[in-house]
């Protein structure tokens, strides 16, 4: 039945979300004390174990066309898998997880951007105009509402990271088009080994620089949260989902994540949810609305 949680797209499509979430606030209460890179990498490597047990029974069949496209899926573990998840946390050192999950409504629309430069996919008018609101919602948020500060405007290194960051998830979306066609579960041990080799680096310099991780509860619980719920429980829930009802009606649930954010960060971080938040958030989902449009 629907009702039964693992045939419920909408209630995994919310948990998702709800995952992805909790990982821009773990991300953030964890800033200072746990290394972002160092971070990432446990976020990789746990779950490959993980993963290798998943995709053990498609391995077989899948590693000829892992082969035949290792170029197309390494392109694709930088872009959407090490490069995303270190940027992200090491943004939430300078910024806030509300302003990273506002900015995350932006995706979508720099998507469609992704795509028209990338592939020459055809950006219509409406598709122009969600992109313009969504740069304008951006803008209220970074300017808080003072737009006479534009002039001088100096971004917080946090919120460049972070944009920076959420354009290296446009191209790996853009490029999914090209990855071969294996097991869900084969693509992501891929991606999982891939992302934390090339994490790995950064990580040892890190702790040479004596940025370690603090043998505290807070640092086993981050690595533990960012393992499990993010990196495979929500993957798992969100592939299931657009298994059932399709990646169209899917994407919205991706504007849980903010409120889901503005919520938690409120509850658990004590940060304030502002006027300039509600309004570039208005303003990210009007361009999303358009984005969306076919014409």
Not at 86 to 112: E, K, M, R
Not at 119 to 133: M, T, Y
Not at 139 to 153: E, K, N
């Amino acid at each position: 039945m629907s009702a039964v949680p693992l045939g419920n797209p909408y209630l995994l499509l919310a948990v998702a979300g709800l995952c992805w979430s909790g990982n821009h606030i773990i991300g953030r209460a964890a800033a200072g004390h746990v290394p972002p890179f160092g971070l990432s990498t446990a976020r990789w490597l746990l779950p490959a174990v993980v993963l290798l047990w998943l995709a053990k029974p498609h391995l077989e069949r899948d590693w000829p066309l892992i082969k035949a496209h290792w170029r197309i899926l390494l392109f694709l573990s930088l872009t959407g898998g090490a490069l995303f998840s270190a940027l992200q946390y090491l943004g939430l050192q300078y910024t806030s997880a509300l302003n990273v999950s506002v900015f995350n409504s932006l995706v979508p629309v720099l998507i469609v951007a992704a795509g028209a430069l990338i592939f020459g996919d055809r950006l219509a008018l409406p598709q122009l105009l969600g992109i313009l609101a969504s740069l304008m919602g951006v803008l209220v948020i970074v300017t808080r509402l003072d737009f006479g500060a534009l002039a001088g405007l100096a971004f917080n290194r946090g919120d460049l990271i972070i944009l920076f960051n959420m354009a290296a998830w446009a191209v790996y979306s853009s490029y999914l088009r090209l990855k071969p066609a294996i097991h869900w579960a084969s693509f992501l041990l891929v991606m999982a080994v891939s992302s934390c080799l090339m994490t790995a680096p950064m990580f040892v310099w890190e702790h040479l620089s004596g940025f370690t991780f603090q043998p505290t509860l807070l640092t086993i619980g981050a690595i533990l949260y960012v393992a499990i719920f993010p990196s495979v429980i929500a993957m798992a829930a969100w592939n299931r989902g657009v298994e059932l009802i399709g990646p169209n009606r899917a994407g919205p649930f991706l504007h849980l994540v903010p409120l889901y954010s503005a919520v938690l960060a409120y509850l658990l971080l004590g940060e304030q949810l502002r006027a300039y938040h509600l309004l570039g958030f208005a303003l990210i989902l009007c361009g999303v609305y358009f984005a969306a449009r076919r014409r």
